[in-house]
């Protein structure tokens, strides 16, 4: 049995170790969650999207040539009133800006 307390904000990345032992180690998997995926037809759309999505304080992954966004009920109606196309499915949503931090400590 395996038991984490993180501090608050803490995030953790697919391919992080936590943890080697003698014959044994912990490392970080992701796993796939509901997603609503865009293959833009152009930069500017993927620019406009992405503009449109954190204008409404929303989160957003890249996969490849897919930017991804949570499959949600608002995101749904946004990307149909931008007339992009796209797909419900399943993939790791690694959020941009929520990867592995490094914190510094200067003494």
């Not at 391919?15 to 970080?28: D, N, P, R, S």
């Not at 992701?30 to 999505?53: H, N, Y």
């Amino acid at each position: 049995m395996l038991a984490l307390a993180l501090p608050t904000g803490s995030v953790l990345t697919p391919g992080e170790i936590l943890y080697v032992a003698a014959e044994w180690y912990v490392m970080i998997e992701a796993a796939p969650e509901a997603v609503l995926a865009v293959m833009p037809r152009s930069r500017e759309e993927g620019l406009r999207l992405a503009f449109e999505v954190g204008n409404r304080h929303f989160s957003l992954a890249l996969d490849g040539e897919r930017v991804l966004v949570a499959d949600d009920p608002a995101m749904e109606q946004l990307l149909t009133r931008l007339g992009v196309t796209f797909e419900r499915t399943q993939a790791v949503f690694m959020p941009i800006g929520m990867s592995h931090r490094h914190e510094r400590h200067d003494h």
